[in-house]
């Protein structure tokens, strides 16, 4: 569900170098009361830099952090009401789970029982009631990761920021892991900022995308929106886009290309200009005999490997051109053998022009 309400946390030119390189160039971002705000981008972007300027961490040399209409820009981290959660947990071994999720409420100097409230209160949440007296050492990665949002939660901050939180963790377990982190937050109507290099992940939790790379923000939108309308060659490819075809405009919306002409929807373009067109994996099905308008998108070739995925069947075709494309087609019907001619009907909506 994608919520909306007035902007909590809003991010102003904000600019950051070390030792004269540039980490982060003049970044304005906003993020509204109880969603999640998820920053993708490749190592090295700037996206945990970031969220360090969120935290209070590291100071900006230009530019402000407001959170709920207020300059945070110069305050100390401990006055900010911001939680974080790391990919290495930092959770201290020689106390038990309890103790991990008490300390944050100590440092607080709350009274007893109100930290004993808490911390049962924190151990529901993350579905771990029965494990208040564990030691560290005794549970599991997932377990830990779920320690570690109870201890940031417990403080009950405003704004949680999460820098890759699933990143030491197999890919099983990060699928599971992050759709109870996305119940979690939005039960308790969190507000959040999510940093990951793994688009999966954060396709599967967060309300906006913002895509980094070198130390700019290139696209933000929805989930859906960023991927079905990648905003330029570099994004795609991130998101793990190949099949990229050299092209030229035509009328009507039409783009020439080595393997035939297709019909793109693109209105935003002048004819005659070269172009990368982009047809995205999911784009394809068997064209079967009979089926299909004549003017619809088509591509031929010669089957070169298929991968039989459970929901579907990841193929790689190479084109008459020599290039080869990669499709993820449903299992039914299957495609034919390897080294057999492939026949594809290609949706035009799953394909972009850059």
């Known amino acids: 569900m994608n919520r909306s309400g007035p902007d909590f946390l809003e991010l102003k030119c904000i600019a950051k170098s070390y030792g004269g390189l540039p980490a982060l160039d ?80 100590e440092m607080m100097k709350l009274p007893r029982g109100e930290i004993v409230r808490r911390v049962a209160d924190m151990l529901s949440l993350v579905d771990m009631a029965d494990y208040g007296n564990r030691q560290i050492h005794q549970l599991s990665g997932g ?95 991130f998101l793990g886009f190949d099949n990229f075809l050299d092209g030229t405009l035509e009328s009507g919306g039409m783009v020439k290309t080595g393997v035939g002409v297709f019909n793109t929807c693109e209105s935003n373009h002048r004819v005659g200009e070269t172009v990368k067109v982009l047809i995205r994996p999911d784009a394809a099905v068997l064209e079967m005999e009979g089926q299909g308008a004549p003017d619809q998108n088509r591509v031929s070739g010669k089957l070169v490997s298929r991968m039989f995925q459970g929901r579907n069947y990841r193929i790689r075709v190479r084109i008459p051109n020599g290039d080869e494309l990669v499709f993820d087609l449903p299992n039914q019907p299957a495609p034919p053998g390897i080294g057999g001619d492939i026949h594809l009907l290609i949706r035009n909506s799953a394909i972009t022009v850059f």
Do not use: W
């Open 26 to 105: 003049d970044i304005s971002l906003t993020v509204e009361t109880g969603q999640i705000l998820c920053i993708l981008g490749p190592s090295g972007c700037g996206k945990s830099t970031l969220l360090r300027v969120m935290a209070g961490i590291e100071l900006p040399d230009a530019g402000q952090v407001l959170i709920d209409g207020l300059d945070m820009t110069g305050v100390p981290v401990e006055h900010r009401s911001v939680g974080m959660v790391f990919q290495d947990f930092a959770l201290f071994p020689h106390k038990t789970v309890a103790g991990n999720i008490a300390f944050g409420l």
């Open 143 to 237: 377990q830990r990761q779920r320690v570690a949002l109870a201890r940031s939660l417990a403080p009950q901050p405003r704004l949680l920021l999460l820098d890759e939180p699933m990143g030491s963790l197999d890919r099983a377990l990060r699928e599971r892991l992050v759709q109870d982190l996305d119940i979690i937050l939005r039960h308790i109507d969190m507000t959040a900022v999510y940093v990951t290099h793994d688009h999966a992940e954060g396709f599967g939790i967060a309300d906006q995308i913002a895509i980094m790379n070198q130390g700019q923000i290139g696209q933000v939108g929805t989930p859906e929106q960023v991927y079905r309308h990648p905003g330029s060659a570099i994004i795609a490819r």
